[in-house]
């Protein structure tokens, strides 16, 4: 297997919160490339990094995508450059527009111009991280006067982008582009418009990362915790349309219509599931990552199954050795380190 393999912290609603720093330790132990710490109705999203920052030194950290609209630019420079500080790793932060529910309903935020303030808290942000004193007044975003201590101008700002607009300010601001459940097909598409969207910006296209529910050999209860999670996913803005483009809008119109989300996963049937998720044995999965890669993918962070695999261990370990045929000792060199002055059987490698 070629291209990047990361992985985005699950949270699935059927597990204990805590099993997100058992993930972690997971990806550590599997040697994948970075681990994405999004948010959800558990932990703030900067200290969980902090916390999974300490238990895996080195871990390449990726917070988000925070919703747009909850935090400021000088919150999100705040957060993202205490955790680079106070652990010692490298932190990327991931923006995107959330949802009404969660912006207008949890937090009583605006949910409105999404493009714009995007656009507004890329560039805002920016100056941030590069050590400015910021004087930015935009349309949506102003902030005067604040300075960052310890600037962190290496941090790759990455946008979640559902929809034309979205991916146009995605495509000429932002460092990454990440998706969420959707088809090769759908990522082949969107890659050429990315493309398309930096070459008339007349500047290198965004890397594009794409979120991949996993599961090693499902049986009925790990099924079941992607369908129940993907049911969430099914009335919101922009998924909604893309499920619906996928032949699956009876789902959509009764999601939308307030079925219950337990409810919609009993009807989720396993073509939805085959479309945007990787489920079987590794080889199978294997095979599936590669499409995303083969579509244009520079990385897929998996997110693995944990109903039937606690912390996602096996699934994870079983990726790594399909992705490097050498994880296997590399990973009990990190188990059991060899003692000063011996030499490694590690091989040299380029992960």
Known sequence: MTGRIEVALPFWLDRPDEEALGVALSVREAGLDAVWIGEMATYDAFAL??????????????????????????????????????????VDIALGASSPAIVAGWHDRDWTHHAGVMRETIECLRSILAGARVDYGGRHVRSHGFRLRRAQPETRIAVGAFGPDMMRVAAQHADDVVLNLVPPPRVAEIRAAIDAHAAAADRPAPRLTVWVPVALNPGDAARMQVAAQLAAYLAPPGYGEMFSTLGFGDLVERARAGARRLELATTVPVELL????????????????????QAGADAVAVVPSTAEDPSGRATLNAIALQYNPN?????????????????????????
Not at 57 to 63: K, M, Y
Request: net charge positive.
């Open 274 to 293: 085959d479309s945007v998720c990787a489920l079987g044995s590794a080889e199978r999965i294997a095979e599936r990552l590669r499409a995303y890669h």
């Open 327 to 351: 994880e296997e000792m590399d990973r009990d060199a990190r188990q059991h380190p060899m003692p000063a002055g011996r030499p490694s059987r590690r091989p040299a490698q380029h992960l």
């Open 49 to 90: 990094a902090t916390a999974i920052g300490h238990r895996t030194p080195g871990l390449a950290l990726r917070v988000g995508p925070l919703a747009i609209g909850v935090r400021s630019p000088v919150a999100l420079a705040l957060g993202a450059t205490s955790v680079a500080s106070l652990t010692g790793s490298r």
